[in-house]
């Protein structure tokens, strides 16, 4: 996979994980105030992590360095770091709901 591919591809990946935020916020604000307190420092996480993505993948847009692998490996290490934190919230999310929120 060239560079090119690679980040066209993290650009659909980030717009994916924006839009699952988008989500859980939905989800928060349906919360009392102390459990939308407790959710939205993992908020913030994911919105770093996801910004540090998006940072990553412009460097490689710009910048096109002929070793990319090793921005390549932050990428991904940052992809499966913000799984596991969305998991881990919309969990929370779901032990803080007094009745089922759906979605």
């Known amino acids: 996979m060239d560079v090119k591919d690679f980040c066209s591809a993290m ?3 980030m717009t994916s ?16 105030t102390a459990e939308k307190e407790k959710m939205l420092m993992n908020i913030q996480d994911l919105n770093m ?26 990428v991904e290490q940052g992809s499966i770091d913000m799984r596991s934190k969305y998991e881990e919230t919309m969990e929370a999310i779901g032990k803080a709901s007094p009745v089922s929120i759906p979605g």
């Open 17 to 32: 994980w924006k839009a699952k935020l988008y989500d859980a916020m939905r989800k928060i604000d349906k919360l009392g």
């Open 49 to 74: 992590l996801v910004d540090d993505m998006v940072n990553r993948v412009e460097q490689l847009r710009t910048e096109c360095p002929s070793d990319w692998s090793p921005i390549k490996k932050d």
């Open 11 to 13: 650009e659909s990946e």
